[in-house]
Nanobody, 121 residues
Framework: QGQLVESGGGSVQPGESLRLACAAS????????VGWFRQAPGKEREGVAH????????YYAESVKGRFTISRDNAKNTVYLQMNSLKPEDTGVYYC??????????????WGQGTQVTVFS
């Protein structure tokens, strides 16, 4: 019965910020890796950022380094993605996913439904 639910998407001007949240229910994320992925129209899904819920190890795609920050709140069973200095190329549907026993999500056990992020050009 485990689920992931994303929230926080919206439409912003370039240079503005959004914070996405990925909340897990029905299971604890404590032994999982959680990753954010995005898919823009006409493009393949790409990994954006990942975090280990146990040791705080992180991964960022080169395109978002220095602009995005992934963080965790184990007490809230939630992972966040702070997105600053947003660019039009950041537009897409953002999904979170979780995989047990990993530092980076490769074969997710759970996927969220996605949240739309639009950065105007």
């Amino acid at each position: 019965q485990g689920q992931l639910v994303e929230s926080g998407g919206g439409s912003v001007q370039p240079g503005e910020s959004l914070r996405l949240a990925c909340a897990a229910s029905g299971f604890s994320l404590d032994n999982y890796a959680v990753g954010w992925f995005r898919q823009a129209p006409g493009k393949e899904r790409e990994g954006v950022a990942h975090i280990s819920m146990s040791d705080d190890r992180t991964y960022y795609a080169e395109s978002v380094k220095g602009r995005f920050t992934i963080s965790r709140d184990n007490a809230k069973n939630t992972v966040y993605l702070q997105m600053n200095s947003l660019k039009p190329e950041d537009t897409g549907v953002y999904y979170c996913a979780a995989e047990e026993g990993m530092s980076i999500v490769q074969g997710p056990d759970y996927w969220g439904q996605g949240t739309q992020v639009t950065v105007f050009s």
